[in-house]
Each structure stands twice: as structure tokens, then as C-alpha cells.
């Protein structure tokens, strides 16, 4: 009888109002229904979409990392991939979506690799682009650059876009379960990275490298490695507002990093995308073998997913602390 009552007491959700009018990156955009038709251009946005429940939704995926998490696979299996990577413009059109969600604006920006808002709006096409990428970056920038940010990254980006959609896709009640269910994974990751601390642990996340000898590309601390950072209490040793800056070894040795954190991806456009190959460079090149990181073997693997602005940033929170916590002999 508790249990009813205590449902019963809890206000209703409301039903999303048409026409609903959003501004998303500095466009406004208005929807007089919930979208019936849908593009991703990006992997989060897809995951996004299947964690609300709206897989139906889904006419074609594009912009792949890697495979789905296990939580989303069933949900997601059978959903037609247009590209790996950035599809043309008149492979999306051809889907005859209401609505294209893009993860990056460089996609479908200003300078958008696969259309510009306006070129989608001239044919009565809604766009959406992930909010974690204009918030606190130029919009402006060339296309297929990571850029700068000036306010660091915060989980808060990824909550407000799972409220915003959820009211233009009408499924209120799932985009309140799902910020519910993140902010419980974050408090328990704090939790046990809380306690098995005795220091700041210094750490520094590699995404991969254009060539395999040269600077590789490591994420700064205003963007989703550094938010990870942040709420385990580690230290990036990185001091940069760039995303993913280009840093030299020397420089990160010299920092001693206590943990190397690397991403795990399908893509194979550079060597360094391989994590077998990353490993083996650290263990054999003369600069980084030394490295206490190398020499204790605190090298973290994630998915290369859950080190940009997305769901999964809770999944590497998560990841890194369960790691974390077999160093504690080690400390």
C-alpha cells in the first residue's frame, strides 16, 4: 500500500505541447509533432535516441567509433548504417528524414562536411546539433576540428540535451529516468574512487596519433577527459583549453603521469588507432617505457566514445574507477 501511495503522490510528467519551439546552437528550431523520421550523424546521438527508447525513430546511422554498448546492442540491431564516417549530403536527404541530429557541429555546421542547416532547412528538414559541441566553443570553427573550449565540459550538457529531445520527441518520462539513472552511476563512481584515494593520481588520456613517433593527441582539461578527471579527483597533467591538443612525449614524461588512459576504436585511419599498437610504443619507446604509468602497468583502456561528449562519459567514469581501485595496493 506504501509503495502505491508513494506513486500515486508523485506529479504527473506532462505531454509535450505543439508546436514546441527549441533553440539549439543558435538556431530556433520549431517542431509541430514529434519527429517520425530520424538521421543521426554521429554515434552518440544514435546512442542517445536507443537509451530513450525511440529506435523506431531511426531511419540511418552514421559517424562510428565502435560497437554499441551491451545495454543498447539489442535495441540498436537491424538500424541501417549510412557511413562509417561522414556521409554526403544526398545520402542523408534520401532517408527523406524530418530531422537530422548531428554530434559535431563540423558535420553539419557552418562549414558541415555533410550539409549545412540551411541547405537541410531548404528542403523542410529539422537539424539538431549535439549542445556539448557549442557550448563554450566557436561554432565557426573549420570543419573537422576538434577546437577549443572556453568553459570547461560538465555531464550537465549531455542532461539538458536528454531533456530538450525528450520534450521534442515527447517521451518526458524516459529522459527523467535516464538523468535519474546517470546521476546514481556518477555518485557511486565518486563514491568508490573517493575512498580508495590517497593522493590526486596524475593521468593524461590518449586519443591516437597522426603518425605513431610523433605528438600524440591527448586530451586538455576543459573537455569530457577532463569532467572524467574532475569527478574521480584525478589531475590532468594536460593544461589546455584544446580538446584533443597535439602534446610531445617528452613533455608528457617529464610529467610523470601516474595513469595512461587510451581509447579503444574501431577506425584504423592512423597506426596509434590500434590499442595493441599504443601499448606496444609505450613499452618499447626509450621516452615513454619509463614513464611510472608504463613501468606499473596503470594503463587504462576505455571506449574511444567515452572519451568525447556523451552518454558514455558516465561508462568511462565508471571504468576508470573500478581500474583505479586495484592501484590502491600500489600507492
Known sequence: ??????????????????????????????????????????????????????????????????????????????????????????????QNPDLVLAQYHWHIGPQGETGTREQFASLGISTWISPADCIGKSVTDSSNADGARSTPFSIAEIEREISELAAIFDVQAQGKALN?????????????????????????????????????????????????????????????????????????????????????????LYPADDVAVKKAFLNDDPVTRNIPAVKKGHIIVVPAMSLNPSLRNVDAVEAIGEKLATYQVER
Open 1 to 94: 500500500m506504501a509503495l502505491v501511495l508513494t506513486t500515486l503522490a508523485q506529479p504527473a510528467i506532462a505531454a509535450t505541447t505543439y508546436p514546441l519551439t527549441v533553440e539549439n546552437c543558435g538556431v530556433k528550431e520549431t517542431f509541430t509533432q514529434a519527429p517520425q523520421r530520424v538521421v543521426t550523424v554521429g554515434q552518440h546521438e544514435t546512442e542517445l535516441l536507443l537509451a530513450l527508447g525511440l529506435e523506431k525513430k531511426i531511419s540511418a546511422t552514421s559517424v562510428w567509433f565502435g560497437p554499441l554498448p551491451d545495454a543498447l546492442t539489442a535495441r540498436g540491431k537491424g538500424i541501417k548504417k549510412l557511413a562509417d564516417n561522414a556521409p554526403s549530403f544526398e545520402a542523408v536527404t534520401a
Open 180 to 268: 535519474a539513472a546517470l546521476k546514481q552511476r556518477i555518485a557511486k563512481a565518486q563514491t568508490l574512487a573517493a575512498t580508495q584515494q590517497t593522493r590526486p593520481l596524475k593521468v593524461v588520456f590518449w586519443f591516437s596519433s597522426s603518425r605513431l613517433k610523433g605528438d600524440p593527441w591527448v586530451a586538455g582539461d576543459y573537455g569530457a577527459p577532463g569532467w572524467i578527471s574532475n569527478t574521480l579527483g584525478l589531475k590532468n597533467i594536460i593544461d589546455s583549453h584544446d580538446e584533443w591538443p597535439a602534446v610531445t612525449w617528452e613533455h608528457i614524461a617529464q610529467a610523470q603521469p601516474d595513469v595512461i588512459v587510451i581509447a579503444e576504436m574501431s577506425r584504423r
